[in-house]
């Protein structure tokens, strides 16, 4: 994995990640997270994409002014395809990550060939009046969201099943014991790696924001092919978002998933994430390979 950052005007940078070579997919990454995801990468890895994932605003070494709306955001994440010399890609904007996604592909649809929505926030999310709202201002502030992740992050790693279990329920409507039957060996590892990563910053202060800048003309306006991937289950992101993303945008396809909740990568099931995204890919790649209208990754200088 390559680290690089982009200058941008007054002195804001993007920080960015690039792996791997070949058809290149921009990755919007969900809240607490940074240019260093990992969920769903590999199986797209080993498909021959190149994928491109710049922390959002807030988060990592992005600066948070980006964050100011999500024109702005947006405008810097166009700025980083000119940079990199691509004219146009995939999209996948993940959970919080959503907004931004079908911001960019609203106000540049020259530039996008699909969009995915994986467990993606479409339109108003948490508010003042949530009780996950309120948490959330006060447990990933900046200066306080550092020491609970480190917290999180050291229990986790000694005691994953423990703390799986504990945190489940914000990931979900079922109850631990279906939760359970269906986890697999290697999810309690991928488990404790996403607690070792994850951060707050800034980023997700700004995520509590710009869910409310979406509106139905946005969704409207996103005319490429979308896929819209939710889990039947999910207890972060309320289906509900799907099916409004559903009903508003023109070509839009609805894959509703039967995994345990909001992390579609883990557990019996994710299979199916992969298969069904990898298919939707490779569909719209023959067509962009045809028209000549995207540049893969590898043939950048």
């Given at each position: 994995m390559k680290i690089e950052f982009l200058t941008l005007s007054e002195g804001?940078?993007?920080?960015?990640?690039?792996?791997?070579?070949?058809?290149?997919?921009?990755?919007?990454?969900?809240?607490?997270?940074?240019?260093?995801?990992e969920f769903g990468y590999q199986a797209l890895l080993d498909a021959g994409y190149s994928l491109i994932t710049p922390s959002r605003p807030g988060y990592g070494e992005t600066s948070r002014e980006l964050g100011e709306s999500l024109r702005?955001?947006?405008?810097?994440y166009e700025e980083l395809l000119r940079h990199l010399q691509i004219k146009k890609l995939h999209v996948i904007a993940v959970s919080a990550?959503?907004?931004?996604?079908?911001f960019f592909a609203s106000q540049y649809p020259q530039r996008i060939c699909t969009l995915t929505l994986q467990s993606a926030v479409t339109g108003p999310w948490l508010t003042s009046k949530d009780k996950e709202y309120k948490a959330a201002k006060i447990l990933f502030r900046p200066g306080v969201e550092a020491y609970v992740w480190k917290l999180l992050a050291s229990v986790t790693d000694r005691f994953p099943r423990y703390m799986f279990k504990q945190m489940a329920s914000s990931f979900t409507k079922l109850p631990w014991r279906e939760v359970e039957s269906y986890l697999l060996p290697e999810d309690l590892e991928a488990f404790r790696a996403m607690n070792r990563r994850q951060r707050s910053g800034h980023g997700f202060i700004i995520d509590l924001v710009h869910p409310g800048q979406i509106e139905i003309q946005h969704l409207q306006n996103v005319t490429c092919p979308v896929l819209i991937m939710?889990?039947?289950q999910?207890?972060?992101?309320?289906l509900e978002h799907a099916h409004r993303a559903s009903k508003h945008m023109p070509n839009a396809q609805l894959c509703l998933l039967d995994t345990w909740g909001h992390l579609i990568?883990?557990?019996?099931?994710?299979?199916?994430?992969?298969q069904e995204l990898l298919s939707f890919l490779s569909q719209w790649d023959k067509n962009t390979n045809e028209s000549e209208t995207s540049v893969p990754l590898s043939r950048i200088d």
């Open positions: 804001t940078r993007l920080q960015y990640s690039i792996r791997g070579e070949g058809q290149p997919i921009l990755v919007l990454h969900g809240g607490h997270s940074n240019c260093t995801e702005t955001a947006c405008q810097a990550g959503g907004p931004s996604g079908i939710h889990s039947r999910d207890g972060t992101v309320p990568w883990l557990g019996k099931g994710s299979e199916q994430v992969n």
